[in-house]
């Protein structure tokens, strides 16, 4: 039986999806998380559909097992993939990561050209030119892979010259075909907000992914009448698949001193 | 039964192995090369070392299979991890990538000061440094993990400012404390040797295991009385375990026209 004081479920291949977890305490300070990542088999993104469903389809059980009253999916290729399978298999709701910023996205343009980046396996699914298609078919796209950005991430140089050089080279190809609209479309990207932004400069709207996904979850939770109130305050749980200690120091970068735990719980 | 004609095996997680075959075929132009990549399943650094070795032999049985009459381990965490048991199981001579590297280390150093770059993992294993002491107890060894070097290569920025900043960053701690020689420990380095010259100057010597690995598997192939006469000229062969058109891309980054086709052969 999920009550309202249960914890949001939130899954990713990795540390990524922390991005959300981040935005989902922020905007809901009551809410407790349950964050699965796994760090044994990430990336997803070079693994086939029928890989990665069968891996989500592992984590939302482990999840439901934990009592989560609702499931995050923190992952663009997990989303991609498995979504309406996780929505058919489920009895509580299901939210992906790539709706939000995609509805997002088509709000914020003027000029009706919005911008995607992503790792290489998310723009070569062009998942989200689907998802902002069916929003709104007559929306110019321009789609562009930033392979380097995840490694800078994790190596935590967010603020280097070397990633200053590395987003104008990427981005270049945004500006010169004057997208207003951008979509951060991988979890690890809002780290990189501060550069993407002083490269790209005020007229092009950043949709930050993480922010949207969390807003959707508000809007889940009190559709759901699900929203906690947690007078005792949030109690918030970190696994992962692999090496604890590596997840926390790198589960820092994106939470600060909100993950001070990592509990291990293999999977497959 | 095994043959001179018969070609060189060699195996990686994925292509980092290629600067391996490409030093082979270089300094072996009449060898044939059969070169394996497990590109399904890479990287193998974050992977127990059970399973890197289970890998290593499933690997090590298709190739010999393929009839291959010597087998080069051109993957640092499978040298690490497998390469006595490999070496236990299979009749033909079986070649690491760490040996011959901390061998020429070992020769090159005037001032008995080693530095060794390479993965998180590599470093972390303490591979490079076991084998150097092994050689020469009263070595002085500096280790630096240096995690962009390889998605700077798959990017094919071997050459960008964003690159030699990088790589000034890293090295810097290897300068200040005048290292003499730096061994480059991860197959994917050779591709930066320019770079990494560049920044510390004509006074470090630069190890390429690459090189090394080559020069070795000539030796082996002699002393066993298995170098090749292949009048028809060498046939290579490349096999990966999963998407063969991104394997031949970024193949053709570390081989040039060398590599013109690759075949798929899943295992596990």
New interface residues.
Partial sequence: MVTAEAPVGIFDSGIGGLTVAHAVMQQLPRESVTYFGD??RVPYG?KSPETVRRYSLEIAAFLVEQQVKTLVVACNTATAHALPLLRERLTIPVIGVIEPGARAAVRATRNGHVGVIGTAGTIKSGAYERALRALEPSLRITARAC??FV??V??G?VD????R??AR?YLAPLQSEEVDTLVLGCTHYPLLKHVIADVLGPDVTLIDSAEETARETALVLRDQRLTAHNPAGPAHRFIAS??PLMFLQLGQRFLGDAIDGVEVKTLG
């Fill in positions: 760090t044994a070079p392979p380097l490694p800078m994790e190596e140089w280097h010259e070397a990633t050089l590395i080279e692999d090496d």
